[in-house]
């Protein structure tokens, strides 16, 4: 199975800051890694696929990217209602789809 | 406006049985495939099984060896979970998600259910 490695599993920011959260997988993924976003109480929601394209609804601070085994995701400028947990995923193999550990973005 | 409403959780003893079911909505739900994703509690994501569009292929997660069965009913749009011989470190927030086509994620999430098994 494809392990999926997030860093840091914590950061502390402010509004405003640039944010930059860390993915790696256990062996090439290509482009196939997805990220996440889970607020206290609910379900996921779905920010970035392919590594890169943003889903729509999205705001343009988020982005994403990265290829093969290292991956990133961004926050330009961050908003309080992007303090939550950040999950990415990979698809290139199934089963199993495998999530990394989450990384919680905490108010600085 | 496309919905996943899960229904069915509950509290359930070491070794029982649930089905959890999965209304859709706002879609064409049996041109999807669909999936099962659970949440320990404060802990992450776990993917738990697959179901493509017209049930011809289905996936689960080694870990259940066996005890959990997928399935899905396209004239009533919905999908199931049945979850036999439940342990106490099935309990989770199970999640009933949409998934978009060949990259395998999940644009579409529901509310959850929560199953927990305790005595």
């Known amino acids: 199975d494809i392990q999926m490695t997030q860093s840091p599993s914590s950061l502390s920011a402010s509004v405003g800051d640039r944010v930059i959260i860390a993915c790696r997988a256990s062996q090439s993924i290509s482009s196939y890694l997805h990220w996440y976003q889970q607020k206290p109480g609910k379900a996921p929601k779905l920010l970035i696929y392919g590594a890169s394209s943003l889903q729509s609804g999205v705001p343009s601070r988020f982005s994403g990217s990265g290829s093969g085994t290292d991956f990133t995701l961004t926050i330009s400028s961050l908003q309080p209602e992007d303090f939550a947990i950040y999950y990415c995923q990979q698809s290139y193999t199934t089963p199993p789809l495998t999530f990394g550990g989450g990384t919680k973005v905490e108010v600085k | 406006e496309v919905q996943l409403v899960e229904s069915g959780g509950g509290l359930v003893q070491p070794g029982g049985s649930l089905r959890l079911s999965c209304a859709a909505s706002?879609?064409?739900?049996?041109?999807?495939?669909m999936n099962w994703v659970r949440q320990a509690p404060g802990k992450g994501l776990e993917w738990v099984s697959y179901?493509?569009?017209?049930?011809?292929?289905?996936f689960y997660a080694d870990s259940l060896k066996g005890r959990f069965t997928i399935s899905r009913d396209n004239a009533k749009n919905s999908l199931y979970l049945q979850m036999n011989s439940l342990r106490a470190e099935d309990t989770a927030v199970y999640y009933c998600?949409?998934?978009?086509?060949?990259?395998?994620?999940?644009?579409?999430w529901g509310q959850g259910a929560l199953v927990t098994v305790s005595s």
């Open positions: 706002g879609f064409t739900f049996s041109t999807y495939s």
């Open positions: 998600t949409r998934d978009q086509g060949s990259l395998y994620y999940f644009d579409y």
């Open positions: 179901i493509s569009s017209g049930s011809s292929t289905i």
